[in-house]
């Protein structure tokens, strides 16, 4: 497709320097960031993936941005915190985004304590009840993916 458009193709995992995908993602449509730090929709939730951009030389006239406020605004539980079983996202006071303890997470989903993470997918993502969730396989090889990149940067 890049080339049928004469554009570049850019994917989250090309860097670094990476390339501000989120950031893009929130002019662009009606995504916010959610209190596990990574982008949510109205109405898909958290499951919507950004799996690549083209840039293209000349500007073009896009429609008016969806301007929908975030589903985490009126969200009183904040389950998606609370639900994760070793506290790897805290929300810290003031700031506006969460802390994710990706090496925590890593070890705990490695371990059998975190079959069910591995198995059905972060719990924490899956506790938000906004959109529906990926298939149970969808979610054990995005899983799989991430314990493999972890093994290969501890390296």
Request: with cysteine.
């Amino acid at each position: 497709m890049a080339d049928a458009f004469d554009a570049a193709l850019v994917r989250p995992q090309d860097g670094p320097p990476f390339a501000p995908f989120q950031r893009w993602a929130q002019r662009a449509e009606a995504v916010h960031p959610s209190p596990l730090g990574i982008a949510i929709h109205p109405d898909h939730g958290l499951w919507h993936a950004y799996r690549g951009a083209l840039l293209l030389a000349p500007r073009l006239a896009l429609p008016p941005r969806d301007a929908r406020p975030a589903p985490c605004a009126s969200c009183d539980t904040r389950s998606c915190l609370s639900a994760c079983p070793v506290a790897a996202f805290a929300e810290p006071p003031a700031a506006g985004g969460a802390r994710y303890d990706a090496a925590r997470c890593a070890a705990h989903v490695a371990a059998p304590a975190g079959a069910a993470c591995r198995e059905q997918g972060c719990l924490a993502r899956r506790a938000c009840p906004v959109g529906r969730p990926y298939p149970a396989a969808q979610q054990r090889f995005h899983m799989e993916a991430f314990l493999a990149v972890r093994r290969a940067t501890a390296r």
